[in-house]
T-cell receptor, first 107, second 111 residues
Framework: KNEVEQSPQNLTAQEGEFITINCSYS?????LHWLQQHPGGGIVSLFM???GKKKHGRLIATINIQEKHSSLHITASHPRDSAVYIC?????????FGKGTHLIIQP | DTGVSQNPRHKITKRGQNVTFRCDPI?????LYWYRQTLGQGPEFLTY????????KSRLLSDRFSAERPKGSFSTLEIQRTEQGDSAMYLC?????????FGPGTRLTVL
């Protein structure tokens, strides 16, 4: 059983919709990371958070330490947001990754 | 470009051959990580270094895998006697304060 679980695995939405991707983890972590991976592309770090909420442009990430749960939200989604979004937990000694959420935003 | 670089980007080899990949981290980053990603899966952690010290290697996939970071700068990952199951994307990341910056990866195909 993976120690980091994401849902949904696949998500297709229309441009402009509000998107939520969820992540639950069963391991003790010092930080929770949200990463973005485009097809054939490298991985880009979106957020690293250990408590509360962070916002960057149209992206918002939240974490509830007690419930071991984090969410990534995308407001006013756009086709260029189409990518795989990966949740990862861990600390300085390496990350444990979820399997990713494949997001497609249709125009 | 001062990001993380990896070479080669693609490697095709025959089963049984040895391969070596190189990662050049962001210059001021003291931590360097190696991950493997197979198709449709999230990456899995292999090993990491703090400066030149390899602090975790128990999750290397087998004794055919080894990694070095001799001067605390670039790192190499070697796979000996490659098998078809080794075909994957090998990712390197570096960090200073916790946030990890990833390289483009080396895609290995073992025929």
């Amino acid at each position: 059983k993976n120690e980091v679980e994401q849902s949904p695995q696949n998500l297709t939405a229309q441009e402009g919709e509000f998107i939520t991707i969820n992540c639950s983890y069963s391991v003790g972590i010092s930080a929770l990371h949200w990463l973005q991976q485009h097809p054939g592309g490298g991985i880009v770090s979106l957020f690293m958070l250990s408590s509360g909420k962070k916002k960057h442009g149209r992206l918002i990430a939240t974490i509830n330490i007690q419930e071991k749960h984090s969410s990534l939200h995308i407001t006013a989604s756009h086709p260029r947001d189409s990518a795989v979004y990966i949740c990862a937990g861990g600390g300085a000694d390496g990350l444990t990754f979820g399997k990713g959420t494949h997001l497609i935003i249709q125009p | 470009d001062t990001g993380v670089s990896q070479n080669p980007r693609h490697k095709i080899t025959k089963r049984g051959q040895n391969v070596t990949f190189r990662c050049d981290p962001i210059s001021e980053h003291n931590r360097l990580y190696w991950y493997r990603q197979t198709l449709g899966q999230g990456p899995e952690f292999l090993t990491y270094f703090q400066n030149e010290a390899q602090l975790e290697k128990s999750r290397l996939l087998s004794d055919r895998f080894s990694a070095e970071r001799p001067k605390g700068s670039f790192s190499t990952l070697e796979i000996q006697r490659t098998e078809q199951g080794d075909s994957a994307m090998y990712l390197c990341a570096s960090s200073w304060s916790g946030e990890q910056f990833f390289g483009p990866g080396t895609r290995l195909t073992v025929l």
